[in-house]
Structures are given as structure tokens and as C-alpha cells.
């Protein structure tokens, strides 16, 4: 009876023993198996941050490249209209002496600078093409400013300028004659008129782009050939490679040559 008895409650022990084996092993391989998802859904999840920063990484390479593609003169060229675009404030005070400096470094650069002057036509339209009608306007003004300190510089009392614009780092004497240069901004940029002295009193007519012309336009012939044109303070419109066009305020631009252009359609 009693090995009966013994024998009963061995069974019922190895019994218990095995659920417990079997339960043990059933959480171990939840708890696994739980781990595992966890791992695979960090990994889902860190794969597109991952491409982000990617594509962040190749974006801000790609900007440096392209800085370091600038040409210095060209970056030389751009800080000096930024430069007149910034400083000079038409009617304030002071703003006399201010465009005598800003000349002194435009004169600077102009007798120094290794860019052709089809190069700096070009390079002026292109900054200008950044900015509205009424930007290139404003600018129009100031660089008639520095142009008109420019003018003085090349005289007999340039030396008295530069003492009392406090311009003592100035590169002069630059000579008397126009620098081609500089000449070319104001080609391209076109001074506002100033009126003479038989029309002063008459109404001047300025270019307000009151009928909205578009600032940049692409243009194709009926030969098929394209460009760009820029609108100009005037209200002429410019392109690349200096070549003008008068617009009719409707649907044709016509060039030096009397083509025809008209807006291209996409």
C-alpha cells in the first residue's frame, strides 16, 4: 500500500515538473520571439532616416560643389553690385561720402578685376534676372549714385574725396580715362535719364511695369530657337548674351535684328 502510495505521488511530481519545463520554455520562446520583432520593426524603422540623411548628406555636397565652382572673379564681381545694392541709400544723409567709398572699391575692382567685359555683361544679368522690376529700378538709382562719385574719382579732386570718405586703403591714382569695366554695368543696368535743362520742367516718363510684364520669360522664334530674356529697369528686356528686345506689352518681343519672338508654349 504504501509503495502504492509512493508511487502516486512520484508521478504527480514528475508530472508538475514537466508542465513547469513546458511553460518555462513556452515564455522563453514568447519572450524571444518578442525580441526579435522588436529588432526587425528598429530596423524598419531606421531605414528611412537613414535614406534621409542621405539625401541631406548629397544635397549639401551638391550646394558646395557648386560653390566651389564659382569663379573668384565672378564672387568678387557679385560682392561689389551687393555692395551698391546695400549701401548706397539715394537721399539720405551721408550717403554722398558713402557712394564716394563704394566707388573708390568699385574702381578697385574694375582696374583689377580678370573678367572680360562680356563676361561682366553677362554676369549683370544674371544677378539682375534674381530680382523684380522694381528692385532693378531702385538699383537702377543707386548705381547712377556710385556712377556719378565714379565720375569724380577720374577728376582733379579725387584726392580730396577719398580724405573725406576716410578712404585711405583706396588704390589711387586710377587714371582719368573711363574704365571699360565699369562701363559695361552701366551698359547693361541703364542709368535713369536725367532731364536737361529745356525739359526739366516737362513731365518725365518713367517705366512703372504697371501692367505687370513678367520679369523673366522664355522666348522661341519661328525658326525654333530659344532663350531667356530678363526684364530691364527700362523696360527693355535683356538676354544672356546681351542681345535686347522691345516688347509690345501683348504676346511679341522683337529683337536687334527685327525676329520676332514669342512666349514658349509648354
Not at 519545463?21 to 515564455?27: S, Y
Not at 516688347?247 to 508654349?265: A, I, L, Q, R
Request: charged letters at 30%.
Amino acid at each position: 500500500m504504501k509503495n502504492k502510495l509512493f508511487l502516486m505521488i512520484s508521478v504527480i511530481m514528475v508530472c508538475s515538473l514537466c508542465a513547469c519545463g513546458q511553460q518555462k520554455t513556452e515564455t522563453m520562446t514568447n519572450t524571444e520571439n518578442s525580441s526579435t520583432e522588436q529588432v526587425v520593426a528598429s530596423e524598419d524603422n531606421s531605414e528611412p532616416a537613414t535614406a534621409e540623411d542621405n539625401n541631406m548628406e548629397q544635397t549639401e555636397t551638391k550646394e558646395q560643389n557648386q560653390l566651389q565652382d564659382v569663379k573668384p572673379s565672378y564672387k568678387e564681381f557679385r560682392d561689389v553690385l551687393d555692395e551698391i545694392n546695400t549701401d548706397i541709400q539715394p537721399g539720405t544723409t551721408g550717403n554722398g561720402l558713402i557712394s564716394v567709398k563704394v566707388a573708390a572699391h568699385l574702381l578697385d575692382w574694375g582696374v583689377g578685376t580678370s573678367m572680360t567685359t562680356d563676361e561682366i555683361k553677362k554676369e549683370t544679368v544674371s544677378w539682375l534676372s534674381d530680382k523684380g522690376n522694381s528692385d532693378q529700378v531702385e538699383f537702377s538709382n543707386k548705381l547712377a549714385a556710385v556712377y556719378d562719385a565714379y565720375q569724380k574719382l577720374l577728376g582733379s579732386d579725387a584726392k580730396e574725396l577719398l580724405e573725406q570718405a576716410g578712404c585711405d586703403d583706396a588704390a589711387y591714382p586710377w587714371g582719368d580715362a573711363p574704365v571699360e569695366t565699369i562701363e559695361a554695368i552701366v551698359e547693361v543696368v541703364q542709368l535713369p535719364d536725367e532731364p536737361s535743362m529745356d525739359d526739366s520742367s516737362s513731365s518725365t516718363e518713367i517705366f512703372e511695369n504697371k501692367d505687370n510684364w513678367p520679369d523673366v520669360e522664355e522666348l522661341v522664334n519661328q525658326r525654333g530657337d530659344e532663350t531667356t530674356v530678363y526684364l530691364l529697369a527700362d523696360g527693355r528686356y535683356m538676354d544672356r548674351i546681351n542681345a535686347v528686345y522691345i516688347y509690345d506689352g501683348k504676346d511679341t518681343w522683337t529683337d536687334e535684328s527685327g525676329v520676332e519672338w514669342n512666349k514658349t508654349v509648354k
